[in-house]
């Protein structure tokens, strides 16, 4: 016991942390036990009897899929056209100097530092004032709008911390800018545009606030369970919370792996022989 | 001429010029890799902030089937915060509480995962972002069973009195403010994170050498070391959180909304939108004077 405690003397910033953690994956865990809830009634939030039924027809509730199918597909929309852009960007802001680069810098930074209240609103009024109908495209406008800024931080962090000598390297093997680029740069960068694309799909997938100023009657899955908590939320709506946990969790995971997997082949080069040949 | 004639040289500013039949191409470059998403953000962000401002000054009794006349109506602003000042400071006011809790949460947390974790350090920032793989709505919504009156939650606090036989947390104060909190505690610890993770660890080590007890070498090494995380966390926590309606409305009552349920139904539901506006307005003019306040007092060096 004393013993517990003297640990726990020592090691009570790491206790406190593991508590927070706790706190942070509470919910995580009650919407796991709830996707196997058989609720006893509509409203109900408790835990009343185990069941399978939700995860084997997750599509019981077929309106709920509707909107997640929506919502992916916006997702996808979204991020291929915030990724596209915001690698543009990413790269003439690092690796060029050019007038109104300050300026620019504000503009990409301000949307992050703005509530989405704000950004839902002035949109909204913008729509309206130009009688855009709103819907499907105006979310995709609107989420392309927020995710750009988070790419653009994202891409530009891989970029500033590549080494430039790599890309001159070749370019003193004769390769030309397009090669260097294809062959050099690109797989470099990579990382970088795959983390931006996986944030900005979660950040479009999971967005509530200004997409619920800007669809219309379009429902996206975030809508769906908005709607849904008035009127008392399907299980399966636990379900599609778990699955998303759980696939996020595991691409995350395996990408750790690779990585320490790629780590350790390259430790095991052996080292002067590679350092020779050049 | 020599391959090397054109290899661009350092962050992109040629140290000596590229040739001249190349020169006219660099120098549009940039230019043409900027023009869509600067030209996505000043359509879909800058001009929005415009019309929403034009907004807040249309005539306020217009509605939206008959349209609204420019009458730059200032007098929206003065009307808009004396029927709705409650829930303008309450969103402050929770939004701060909910800051001091998430800093005393998430102080430890980074710290523990910069400095602590040792080799399980990757894994247990993938545990702080995990959470947020799951539907913000959805996690609210666990709350409600967490908090609820029958839960194991309320029945041991009412156990050991914390709370009355009939307290309650889901639809109090508290019950929001916490939804608050956990909602947006990974933006505050992220960036903590990563200025403790610079933290040299043999400057504690010099500071406690030199008869500093912890307590002091916190507040004279670590502390401020660790200012820009702690700013930049600080700033991405209440920004979000003020604006928030969604604890609110899933963990409160009417009687705990905070701005952000008036302006959500001023524009959807009632439709009055020069009020909204107005709202929208003096909610981000208000967190940018917090946040104008806070940089000047923090100092901004270390930020921007």
Known sequence: MSRVFRWFARHWVMGVAMLVLGYLFLPIAVVGALSFNRPSNRLSYDFHEFTLDNWRNPCATSDMCDAVVRSVQIGFIATVAATALGTLMAFALVRHRFRGRSGLNVLIFLPMATPELVMGTSLLALFVAGAVPLGFWTIVIAHVMFCLSFVVVTVKARLTGMDRRLEEAAMDLYASEWQTFRRITLPLVLPGIVAAALLAFSLSFDDFIITNFNSGTTVTFPMYVWGAAQRGIPPQVNVIGTAMFAIALLLVLASMLRGRRARRAAIAVPVPRATSRS | ?304
Not at chain 2, 240 to 263: C, F, K, R, S, W
């Open chain 2, 1 to 304: 001429m020599s391959a090397l004639a054109h290899v661009p040289t350092g962050s992109g500013q040629p140290a000596s010029p590229p040739p001249t039949a190349r020169s006219g191409r660099y120098r549009l470059l940039p230019y043409l890799l900027l023009l869509p998403g600067a030209a996505w953000l000043f359509l879909f962000f800058a001009l929005p902030l415009v019309q929403l401002a034009a907004a807040s000054l249309y005539d306020p009794n217009g509605t939206l089937s008959t349209g609204y006349a420019m009458t730059w109506a200032f007098g929206n602003y003065p009307a808009a915060l004396q029927t709705y000042w409650p829930q303008f400071s309450r969103s402050f006011l929770y939004a701060g509480i909910a800051l001091v809790l998430a800093l005393l949460m998430g102080y430890p947390l980074a710290y523990a995962i910069a400095q602590k974790a040792g080799r399980w350090k990757n894994l247990l920032l993938v545990c702080v972002i995990a959470p947020m793989f799951t539907s913000f709505l959805v996690r609210t919504l666990a709350w409600k069973t967490i908090l609820s009156d029958n839960g194991w939650v309320v029945g041991l606090l009412r156990d050991v009195h914390l709370l009355g036989p009939d307290g309650r947390l889901l639809a109090t104060p508290i019950a929001v403010v916490l939804g608050l909190t956990y909602n947006f505690l990974p933006f505050l610890v992220l960036p903590l994170y990563a200025s403790l993770e610079r933290l040299d660890h043999r400057l504690l080590e010099a500071s406690s050498d030199l008869y500093a007890s912890p307590l002091k070498t916190f507040r004279r090494v670590t502390l401020p070391l660790s200012m820009p995380g702690l700013i930049a966390g600080t700033l991405l926590f209440f920004i979000p959180a003020t604006g928030d309606y969604i604890n609110a409305e899933l963990l409160g009552t009417p009687n705990q909304y905070m701005i952000g349920n008036v302006i959500d139904s001023a524009f959807l539901v009632r439709l009055d939108y020069p009020q909204g506006a107005a709202l929208s307005f003096l909610l981000m003019s208000a967190i940018l004077a917090v946040v104008f306040v806070y940089l000047r007092r923090a100092g901004t060096e270390e930020v921007l």
